[in-house]
Structure formats: structure tokens, C-alpha cells
């Protein structure tokens, strides 16, 4: 019913960039928000950064100063930038969606993207 599909990552040099993209599609009628996580092997899963529909954005403090989050409400897609990476910030990163479907509100998971940082 819905279909999170994350593009943008990679492998690149410390101190470099990516953008992270990530589309909703599906039968959705609403977005509460959207949002970043990353897994890195043998870690639990964090999450990166939020935004709400309203605009609000939460950010882990670690990465809040290197990540933006940012948000096409029409196109159901939602970004991150990241700047400045460093290898710790190598994981799996995942998009998430919090959405209304058929009058019901659920999480949903896109498959992840690799993003590699070397040094």
C-alpha cells in the first residue's frame, strides 16, 4: 500500500557530501511526518532527523550542525543533506513515513540506502 524508495547514497571521502532522497508512494492520504534513521552493523538503529508536516524537525544534537532534513510536501518526498562526513557516519540509512492510509495511521519502512564514508 505504500512504497518508500531511498536514493542518493554511496561511498565517498571523509569531509564530503551526499543527499540522501526518499519518495512516498502509495495510497496515502496523509504524511504526518517523515523521517531519517541509520543502522550501522552491529548497532542498534538511530534516528538521524524528523520532520512533521507542520515543519517542526528534530535532530540527533550529534549530527544536527552536518545534517539538514528538508521536505517536498507535494511530492511526498523527503531529504537529507549531509555535509561534512565523517567514517562513523557509515551505515544503512532508512527512511520512514508515518502515514494515514484508508483512515488508518501507520510506520512504514523503506529498504535503506548504503552510505559509506572513507577515510
Known amino acids: 500500500q505504500v512504497q518508500l524508495v531511498e536514493s542518493g547514497g554511496g561511498l565517498v571521502q571523509a569531509g564530503g557530501s551526499l543527499r540522501l532522497s526518499c519518495a512516498a508512494s502509495?495510497?496515502?492520504?496523509?504524511?504526518?511526518?517523515m523521517a531519517w534513521y541509520r543502522q550501522a552493523p552491529g548497532e542498534q538503529r538511530e534516528l538521524v532527523a524528523r520532520?512533521?508536516?507542520?515543519?517542526?524537525?528534530n535532530y540527533a544534537d550529534s549530527r544536527k550542525d552536518r545534517f539538514t532534513i528538508s521536505r517536498d510536501n507535494a511530492k511526498n518526498t523527503v531529504y537529507l543533506q549531509m555535509n561534512s562526513l565523517k567514517p562513523e557516519d557509515t551505515a544503512v540509512y532508512y527512511c520512514?513515513?508515518?502515514?494515514?492510509?484508508?483512515?488508518?495511521?501507520?510506520?512504514?519502512w523503506g529498504q535503506g540506502t548504503q552510505v559509506t564514508v572513507s577515510s
Open positions: 520512514a513515513a508515518n502515514c494515514r492510509v484508508r483512515g488508518i495511521w501507520n510506520n512504514y
Open positions: 502509495g495510497i496515502i492520504s496523509a504524511i504526518n511526518s
Open positions: 520532520i512533521f508536516s507542520d515543519g517542526n524537525v
